[in-house]
């Protein structure tokens, strides 16, 4: 029932949405035109991050690194976390970050925010030992979404995919 509720009273504005500011106004207001970039080297960085984006960042740095010395201008290759931010500013499309129970029986999102700990299997939001040690709440598990509306803006901005859609 709860569910239901938080479905009926939900609103971009709501806290439990996560929606940074940039998202919020991107929703409201999309751009009209495909991202451009005008750096080569700006582009190889992207293009590099897509081709590895299954691989540990540490492969990207080493490319990057490697191709730095090699390659004049090469060292301007932005770094994976760079590239990140990057493609969500030029795409509009970013990831909202939710707490989630260790053994994945819930999010701590909705009804749930305010719980510490899983009402199914008892595993805490945080990590205790960590907790303990250093008094800083580190989380067990966390997951990422991406909102459909800015995914779907972002597909309508180019005129291949919109045509598609």
Request: glycine share 4%; aromatic share 8%.
């Amino acid at each position: 029932f709860s569910f239901i509720q938080a479905l009926h009273a939900a609103s971009l504005d709501d806290p439990v949405a996560k929606l940074t500011p940039e998202a919020l106004e991107k929703l409201r207001n999309p751009p009209q035109q495909p991202p451009h970039i005008e750096s080569p080297i700006i582009c190889h960085g992207v293009e590099m991050y897509f081709h590895l984006k299954h691989v540990v960042q540490a492969a990207y740095k080493g490319i990057a690194d490697s191709a730095a010395r090699r390659f004049p201008g090469a060292e301007d290759i932005p770094t994976s976390h760079s590239v990140e931010h990057l493609i969500a500013k030029l795409s509009g499309v970013d990831s909202v970050k939710n707490h989630m129970c260790l053994n994945t029986c819930i999010a701590f999102t909705g009804p749930f925010t305010d719980l510490k700990q899983c009402p199914f299997c008892d595993s805490h939001q945080y990590d205790q030992l960590k907790l303990e040690a250093t008094g800083k709440q580190v989380l067990t598990h966390e997951f990422h979404i991406i909102p459909l509306g800015l995914q779907l803006q972002a597909l309508w901005r180019d005129p291949k995919s919109a045509e598609h859609m």
